[in-house]
């Protein structure tokens, strides 16, 4: 009877919002106790309503209650705190949500520690207790609380499943043994599990071994490319810093010959300039008469005009050929970079033999690849106008003031992007006008023959107004789509897929491409129709994905 009295003390100091020990009891006109911050928090939420109301009864407060603690009940929570029953027990734990709660508990329910498969019940602490007292009661199967507890139970019996049926892989009841699955290979539910988890630890045992030997040779992985890739870096410093060294060996060469040949041509012309002095003071004239004949800059004419003054032009030349040699090193340089950065590209790990990464689904997808692209100017028809930072490009009807570059197109109106693209990429192009052809090439495509889709450098799709064309090493493949003045381009460059979609409110796939690329690709755009005939401009834009 005490143990009684003390849960019943002990839950009346409970408040009945946040379900603990009153903090700073109130107590509020109609009777009841609620913590301070509890009530508070109750009430700032029916501020709104300007009517307050007791969580409790409903009774309704206007105004709004001034609290004052409640100092004798909260003199009983100090008092229970110093007793320690200011909580439940861990086993007389309240059951939440989540929780299996006792069948057996009135009003609050406490959580379930066992169900029994022949009650169909599942009990508390305290209503299980009698299943550890009571003989007949022993007998029961106790499993871990259940909220399902009839899937134990055999639906056409009704009986509790104590066997597995091997032959159909499933449980079973005793009465299934004798009728459908009679004559089949049956164990105990208890064998079969006691046979699965031997089974799993084998399977786990495995697996952890397999970890452990792959983590080992991911480790070797990680340590060979670091490695590699310091010895490349090593191995290329040292390279760079020995064409640095030379290109500064020759800088310092024709720096030399040009200050030696500088001081040969003044001393040569300072001594001429005096004996010319010399000779236009001279009185005798028998040895003006000697000495005239010597001076080979005077010895056709004595017209000031038979000395070739050329300011600031006698070492033009040299200049011209130290930037022909600047010119032609820079032309290696950038054909042989891409070779570089493919071979950089090019290094791969292949882990557990994995397959390719799937296709995007979705737009938001594909838009994690997304890659900003701008035109190169050298690559650009004489007809094309770059614009927006070089995305949006012009097809015009006067030549523009192009630079001659041998990596122009000059007999089609096609340009190429300036990024390389490697690895997975993005990206949307925005066309206007009858006609244009969204491509990819290799920078090798070839000057001045090559249209986008005639040879095996270069992919591109036509899209009209009304249909859609692929071609590549010039054949021409019909494709069908909704028509749209945007097309997406996903390109997947290790795994040789390229992809070509319809973009509107939703994607449609147009076509795509599966073969082995064994150069970085570069984007192209190409028009067809000449503006005399038609009066809106044809125009493209690598549009700005965010």
Not at 67 to 92: F, S
Not at 104 to 109: I, L, N, S
Not at 302 to 319: A, C, K
Not at 434 to 450: C, E, M, T
Request: proline residues 4%.
């Amino acid at each position: 009877m005490v143990r009684r009295k003390t849960k019943l003390n002990q839950e009346s100091i409970s408040c009945s919002i946040c379900l603990d020990p009153l903090k700073d009891p109130v107590t509020i006109p109609c009777g009841h106790s609620y913590c301070m911050n509890c009530i508070k928090t109750h009430w700032d939420e029916e501020d709104q309503r300007r009517i307050h109301s007791c969580p409790q009864c409903r009774k309704t407060f206007k105004p709004r209650p001034v609290l004052e603690k409640n100092i004798m009940l909260e003199a009983v929570v100090k008092q229970l705190k110093k007793t320690g029953l200011q909580a439940a027990p861990a086993d007389h734990c309240y059951a939440g949500p989540e929780d299996v709660a006792c069948d057996v508990c009135t009003g609050r329910k406490l959580k379930a520690i066992k169900s029994c498969l022949v009650c169909l019940v599942s009990y508390c602490k305290k209503h299980l207790q009698p299943h550890y007292d009571v003989a007949q009661f022993k007998k029961h199967k106790l499993v871990e609380p259940s909220k399902n507890l009839q899937q134990f139970i055999c639906s056409r019996h009704d009986e509790v499943m104590k066997i597995f049926c091997r032959t159909d892989q499933q449980s079973i009841c005793y009465l299934c043994l004798m009728d459908e699955h009679k004559g089949h290979e049956t164990v105990s539910a208890a064998a079969e599990r006691a046979e699965k988890q031997k089974e799993l630890e084998a399977r786990r045992q495995q697996i952890q071994q397999r970890i452990q030997k792959d983590v080992k040779l991911l480790q070797q992985e990680v340590e060979a490319i670091n490695g590699s890739a310091d010895k490349a870096v090593e191995d290329s410093e040292k390279i760079f810093t020995e064409l640095i060294r030379l290109i500064q060996k020759r800088r310092s060469d024709v720096k030399q010959q040009i200050r030696s040949q500088q001081e040969t041509e003044v001393s040569r012309v300072k001594e001429l300039q005096e004996k010319l002095q010399q000779l236009s003071h001279t009185e005798d004239h028998n040895q003006f008469l000697h000495n005239y004949p010597s001076l080979s800059a005077l010895s056709e004419s004595t017209h000031s005009s038979s000395i070739n003054i050329r300011p600031l032009r006698y070492f033009e030349d040299v200049t011209a050929a130290v930037s022909e040699t600047r010119d032609k090193l820079q032309d290696i340089l950038t054909e042989k970079w891409t070779n570089v950065s493919l071979a950089v590209t090019d290094v791969d790990v292949l882990l557990y033999e994995s397959k390719p990464e799937p296709e995007p689904k979705s737009r938001d997808d594909f838009l994690k690849y997304s890659r900003e692209i701008t035109l190169d100017p050298n690559t650009a028809h004489t007809l094309l106008s770059l614009s927006e930072g070089n995305r949006n490009i012009t097809l015009m009807d006067e030549h523009q003031s192009y630079p001659s570059h041998p990596d122009r197109f000059t007999e089609w109106w096609q340009v190429l992007s300036r990024e390389s693209l490697t690895g997975r990429c993005y990206w949307e192009v925005e066309w206007r006008g009858r006609g244009v052809d969204v491509a990819v090439a290799y920078k090798n495509i070839s000057r001045p023959l090559d249209r986008f889709g005639s040879c095996d450098t270069s992919w591109a799709l036509y899209c009209g107004t009304k249909s859609y064309i692929f071609r590549h090493n010039n054949v021409k493949t019909p494709v069908s789509g909704p028509p749209s003045s945007r097309i997406g381009v996903y390109l997947d460059h290790r795994a040789g897929i390229l992809s070509f979609y319809s973009v509107s409110e939703t994607m449609t796939l147009l076509h795509r491409v599966q073969t082995t690329f064994t150069q970085p690709l570069y984007a192209g755009i190409r028009f067809y129709h000449h503006l005399c005939t038609h009066p809106v401009r044809d125009s493209a834009e690598f549009v700005k994905l965010k």
